[in-house]
């Protein structure tokens, strides 16, 4: 085999590989990023659900973070 054709060969296998790696980060990034997700969406709603006088800092952060969201989701809603 020449080098021209090892050089293609080569290239082709590598192509079929970097396909599949995009298709393996791609899935594992979806799947973390739905995980993070829920966690922040989780604290916000637990931030709702403190009754104390103090509330704990990383619920409250969440609430910040999706409360546009809500609020916009809500109005939505309401509005129909």
């Known amino acids: 085999m020449n080098k021209?054709?090892?050089v293609e060969l080569a290239e082709e296998v590598l192509t079929d590989i970097?396909?599949?790696i995009k298709s393996f980060v791609r899935k594992e990034?979806?799947?973390k990023l739905l995980?993070?997700?829920?966690t922040v969406f989780q604290?916000?709603?637990h931030h709702l659900e403190d009754t104390r006088d103090i509330k704990y800092e990383p619920y409250k952060q969440a609430y910040?973070?999706?409360k546009p969201i809500l609020d916009d989701s809500i109005d939505k809603l309401l509005n129909k």
Do not use: C, G
Request: no cysteine; net charge positive.
């Open 18 to 20: 970097d396909i599949n």
């Open 35 to 38: 995980s993070r997700l829920f």
């Open 4 to 6: 021209a054709k090892l």
């Open 29 to 31: 990034t979806e799947k």
């Open 43 to 45: 604290n916000a709603y």
């Open 64 to 66: 910040k973070k999706v």
